[in-house]
């Protein structure tokens, strides 16, 4: 299963994008069931796509990440591309169509 960077501090987030062209941002709080029900799914899915790495943040220790990419609410999920977002999903995420527009970004980046 895909490992998962812990992102705890905004700089650390910052970082891992400059530091990574593809990278999948996860954003969850603690007492979200739903939360911790989509992270496991999403670590098997990405385990198809080797280059994204996949970053995960608490937003209720890194507060500040709402205002950076304007979140609401949680989960939320951002693939980003040389610090870009691309691809954003939220709460209820449908991971067949997820892995479909995932799929299409990445072929065409894979290139």
Known sequence: M???NELTTLKMVEEFLENHELSFLYVSTPECST???ILPK???LLDHYPLI???HIDACKVEEVAGKFLILTAPIMLFMIDQKEYLRE???VRFD???E???QIYEM???
């Open 2 to 4: 895909r490992k998962v």
């Open 53 to 55: 790495h996949l970053g």
């Open 90 to 92: 939220d709460r209820y």
């Open 42 to 44: 999403l670590r098997e």
């Open 97 to 99: 169509r997820l892995k």
């Open 109 to 111: 980046y894979t290139r």
């Open 101 to 103: 527009k995932l799929e």
């Open 35 to 37: 939360c911790h029900a």
